[in-house]
């Protein structure tokens, strides 16, 4: 069955830094886009980013745009999500999801991203 695994959150201070990965398996990673969305405390399901199936192209939330980088390696089946510059605004449980903006058929357990000082 499908399966994606988010790992690299934690606690960090405001202006640091942390790498999320997602690991896939139970599908064809490589030919599907993959996105990354964010769910803060009390809110909704946020669009953060996503990638096309062969990772040349890329798209950002205004609110994570030069700051957040996405990558993937397909004979990895992983995901990535660099997040430089971090702000307590990007406190959040962060998921990987299968699938372009909006049309995520699949996404992870999450892993927790807290920034404060």
């Known amino acids: 069955q499908v399966q994606l695994v988010e790992s690299g959150g934690g606690l960090v201070q405001p202006g640091g830094s942390l790498r999320l990965s997602c690991t896939a398996s139970?599908?064809?990673?490589?030919?599907?886009?993959m996105s990354w969305v964010r769910q803060a405390p009390g809110k909704g399901l946020e669009w953060v980013s996503e990638?096309?199936?062969?990772?040349?192209?890329?798209y950002y939330a205004d609110s994570v745009k030069g700051r957040f980088t996405i990558s993937r390696n397909n004979a990895k089946k992983t995901l990535y999500l660099q997040m430089n510059s971090l702000k307590p605004e990007d406190t959040a449980v962060y998921y990987c999801?299968?699938?372009?903006?909006?049309?995520?058929?699949?996404r992870g357990q999450g892993t927790q991203v807290t920034v404060s000082s």
């Open positions: 999801a299968r699938g372009p903006k909006g049309l995520y058929a699949y």
């Open positions: 139970g599908f064809t990673f490589s030919i599907f886009p």
């Open positions: 990638i096309n199936s062969v990772g040349d192209s890329t």
